[in-house]
């Protein structure tokens, strides 16, 4: 594996179908499985590992984000990518950017109403990335069902030659959504955090079971959180991100709550094929994830 911070060395190392994970590194096994995803589509995997400062709505939370580049490469490479893109900040942003990306719709509800400015800096850089690596396909985690919209939109309104791929979220045994934050967690916010899948799982087998009442299937996750501060429950488009009331498209039944000091978001995709939903609640692991197991040792 090449470990360069230039864009033009992403561009010279690169070779037939390529495929781009972008992420901001501390990776775990849902990074991991966008890696495998593009793997398997793709004959050059490039993973880009940036912690953009223009997508952080609050300065602690870029402060305390973790990082470990050693670490990360060493997954990367026995994972099988084949370059590893991580640019210094003078390399992404050379100069105070003037130039946002913004797409609106897909950004006014949930994260967007939540972390103002957010999804402006995350579409700003991954416009960056499209274009500077000129990937065939970006691999997203479904994690961030907002994002995934948000970047899907942007690539075909700008007429980017990408293609935006889908990869179901990655989950602890007992169900908890991988995340890079959830090594702040302490056993008890852990426990307490878990409320957040079971409920989505409840709500996942409602919508299977023939359930399509947006507040009803909210009301199934509200039911299971217990000391969690909600920022909302809702069931959104899963393309506009926006609320719908039924479940008449495809959607998203998605979560953000606050668990002590640490916002967690989770979801389950709920797709409709005729008269049946299909709900894709994710893939567990079968053992603690690298992540959690190191945060106890
Ligand atoms: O999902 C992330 O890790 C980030 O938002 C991304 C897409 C790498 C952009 O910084």
Do not use: W
């Amino acid at each position: 594996m090449k470990i360069v911070q230039r864009f033009a060395e992403v561009r010279a190392s690169t070779a037939g179908r390529l495929g781009l994970v972008p992420t901001m590194g501390f990776l775990h096994e849902g990074h991991l499985a966008l890696v495998d995803a593009a793997r398997r589509d793709c004959d050059t995997v490039v993973m880009s590992l940036f912690v953009n400062p223009l997508q952080f709505d609050e300065t602690r939370d870029l402060s305390r984000y973790p990082r470990d580049l050693d670490r990360d490469a060493e997954l990367a490479e026995g994972r099988g990518v084949d370059v590893l893109f991580a640019p210094e900040l003078d390399e992404m942003y050379p100069q105070e950017p003037l130039t946002r990306v913004t797409v609106s719709g897909t950004t006014d509800e949930m994260e967007g109403a939540h972390r103002p400015g957010h999804f402006d800096g995350v579409a700003t850089v991954v416009a960056k990335l499209f274009v500077g690596i000129r990937a065939d396909r970006a691999y997203f985690g479904r994690k961030d069902a907002q994002q995934l919209a948000t970047v899907t939109r942007m690539a075909a309104d700008l007429s980017i030659p990408i293609e935006v791929v889908p990869v179901s979220i990655v989950r602890e045994q007992d169900g908890l959504a991988l995340s890079s934050r959830n090594v702040f967690l302490s056993l008890d916010e852990r426990r307490r955090a878990l409320g957040i899948s079971t409920g989505l799982m409840a709500a996942a087998d409602a919508a299977e079971g023939g359930e399509r009442d947006g507040l009803q299937l909210e009301s199934i996750v509200r039911a299971r959180l217990d000391g969690v501060l909600i920022d909302y429950v809702a069931l959104a488009g899963a393309l506009s991100a926006r609320r719908v009331d039924n479940l008449e498209e495809d959607a998203v039944l998605a979560v953000a709550a606050r668990v002590g000091e640490t916002r967690l978001i989770d979801n389950v995709f709920l797709t409709v094929r005729g008269d049946t939903i299909v709900a894709d609640r994710g893939t567990r692991l079968d053992e603690p994830s690298i992540l959690y197991a190191a945060h106890r040792d």
